[in-house]
């Protein structure tokens, strides 16, 4: 068996094979390999009896889930309104420069991606970012730097 | 000037241990009784639409069906909004109460959170939580089981249907009402689905009974709700605030004293500029005078040193991104709406264009699918038509 195929399988019998599980499942294999590979989505559908057509469509639908291959830190940072006015430029560029790629992008090591997200539910506390599921607010400069500095020891 | 915006604390306010007990004492008494009391209050919905909530148990309440599902929809997403996270977070004890009430008076033994990907860091307690809310169940013999469901970053999930169509493994794109979930819901199955904040409000219309919720507030907006205020204010945050005050009383409150403009009701609503602060009260329309507006609670500022152009651009590719792209006026609208203002802005289309755009985005609103489509028009025009000159200069 492989790595995919036992994942999928253990997955299956946590959750069942109904097509109401699929969601859950989906996320599963996102947490296990940090993507949706396409031999992911066609190995879902076999498990799950429906077609790999309607596992893709899925997918593809939610911004949690992504077809390319992400690092195993993902960088959310909120550009809605609230934030985009509390200067989520500067925080962008902070973290461009401090892991040294753009937004959109995964670094070498696969430790990090970053990416945009739309409003978190932390606009009080604006600017705000997920690192993963942690929520990070109320972000400067020199706080973006503390914090990338603690997960990049980890 | 004398201030009638009143504070109250009513959802948040003395949590306690015994939220529970409370609720069995509330368990004890017949469906008939609660609903009356639920009806009675004239408690809305708090997820935007304002349905009453007391109907809508009824509705489900007399659907037949073996089966029956209660909904804590927990997806809040709209722009400005973050007070369904803070009830989670700080009285999850009166959400799961709240939906042990709907569970009895609908006679249904299922039911779910469906919590947002971006809230995955209230999981942990929340489990804690529902562990221990099973636990008195079960030892008072009542059969009910709550699960957490997660969604995966996706803003129409939070539009009832979508977020049905997504728990039953498919894409979140909402279905044609009717029929509405009340009869056919999960699984087709009647299925009430409601707001965080409506679930703990009408525990708490039970718990101080229906006279007392109505003191607060005004005819046709009976109660307080959660505020989520943010933007440019000295004292952002959640305030539980009685219905029917007026914005300039709110802009006194939360302003930075050189306020432009409120968005009421997130990208959704309405944007509010400084000259109709007197005339506008919050709460649902009907029974209020002047502007009254509907609200899930979002209340953003903008001070003068904000572009308008820029927010309702921020607000238009929230839109764009988010359309579950299902259907035609929604799916295009969004992006030529976005298109449009920009080709304007750079003076590659006359300022005249506005009209059509005005235009088009009244047609959405009658031919959209679901709410999303339907609702970009409240702050597309009452952008466009308030700072006209900002969209052209
Ligand atoms: C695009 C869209 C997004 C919505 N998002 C939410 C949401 O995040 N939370 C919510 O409670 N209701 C949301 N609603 C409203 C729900 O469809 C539904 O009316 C609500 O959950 C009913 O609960 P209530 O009667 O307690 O308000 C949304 C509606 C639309 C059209
Ligand atoms: S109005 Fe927009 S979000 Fe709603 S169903 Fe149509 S395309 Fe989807
Ligand atoms: S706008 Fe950024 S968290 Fe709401």
Not at chain 1, 46 to 67: N, P
Not at chain 2, 103 to 123: D, N
Not at chain 2, 335 to 349: F, P, Y
Not at chain 2, 356 to 377: E, P
Request: charged share 25%.
């Amino acid at each position: 068996m492989t790595l995919v195929e036992s994942t999928v399988t253990e997955l299956t019998l946590k959750y069942g094979k109904e097509r109401r599980q699929l969601l859950p499942i989906l996320r599963g294999v996102y947490e296990k390999f940090h993507y949706l590979s396409d031999e992911s989505m066609v190995e879902v559908a076999r498990q799950l009896d429906i077609s790999s057509a309607e596992v893709f469509g899925k997918a593809t639908f939610y911004s949690f889930l992504s077809g390319s291959p992400q690092g195993e830190f993902v960088i959310r940072i909120c550009k809605t309104i609230v934030c985009d006015m509390k200067n989520k430029k500067l925080i962008v560029d902070t973290l461009e420069n401090l892991l040294k790629i753009k937004m959109g992008q995964t670094t070498h090591n696969r430790k990090f991606s970053l990416c945009y997200t739309n409003c978190l539910g932390l606009c009080h506390k604006a600017p705000a970012m997920l690192i993963n599921n942690e929520a990070y607010t109320d972000l400067t400069p020199d706080k973006v730097r503390q914090i990338i500095t603690s997960y990049k020891n980890r | 000037m004398k201030l009638s915006l009143k504070k109250v604390d009513l959802i948040l306010g003395s949590y306690s241990n015994e939220e529970y007990k409370i609720l069995f004492e509330m368990l004890s008494r017949n469906s008939d009784e609660i609903l009356k009391d639920l009806i009675e209050s004239g408690l809305k919905g708090r997820g935007g639409a304002g349905f009453p909530t007391g109907l809508k148990w009824k509705l489900c309440a007399e659907a037949v069906s073996d089966d029956k599902y209660i909904i804590c929809n927990a997806d809040e997403g709209e722009p400005g909004t973050f007070k369904d996270r803070e009830i989670l977070d700080r009285v999850p004890k009166r959400v799961l109460a709240g939906m042990a009430l709907a569970a009895k008076v609908t006679g249904a033994a299922k039911g779910y959170i469906y919590l947002r990907a971006e809230y995955s860091f209230l999981v942990n307690k929340l489990q804690k939580e529902l562990e221990e809310f099973h636990k008195i169940l079960k030892s008072n013999n009542i059969k009910f089981n709550v699960e957490i469901f997660m969604g995966c970053g996706a803003y129409i999930c939070g539009e009832e249907t979508a977020l049905l169509q997504s728990m039953e493994g498919k894409r979140g794109e909402p279905r044609n009402k009717p029929p509405f979930p009340t009869t056919t819901g999960y699984l087709g199955k009647p299925t009430v689905v409601n707001n965080v904040e409506t679930l703990v409000s009408a525990f708490m219309v039970c718990r101080i009974g229906p006279e007392e919720f109505k003191k607060l507030g005004i005819q046709g907006s009976s109660g307080s709700k959660l505020f989520s205020v943010s933007g440019d204010t000295p004292k952002p945050g959640i305030y539980d605030l009685e219905f029917g005050l007026s914005l300039a009383e709110f802009v006194d409150e939360f302003g930075d004293g050189d306020t432009k403009a409120v968005q009421v009701g997130g990208a959704s609503g309405f944007c509010v500029p400084r000259k109709k602060f007197n005339e506008t009260t919050i709460g649902y329309r009907g029974g209020l005078t002047g502007d009254s507006l509907p609200t899930g609670g979002s209340m953003m500022l903008f001070n003068s040193s904000r572009s308008m152009y820029n927010i309702l651009r921020n607000y238009l590719d929230f839109f764009a991104e988010e359309s579950c792209g299902q259907c035609t006026p929604c799916r295009i609208g969004c992006q030529q709406l976005k298109n449009g203002i920009e080709a304007v802005k750079k003076g590659e289309k006359d300022p005249e264009y506005l009209n059509q755009l005005l235009k088009l985005s009244d047609t959405m609103k009658i031919t959209s699918k679901c709410g999303l489509g339907q609702s970009v028009a409240n702050s597309f025009s009452s952008i466009v038509t308030n700072f006209t000159e900002e969209m052209i200069y």
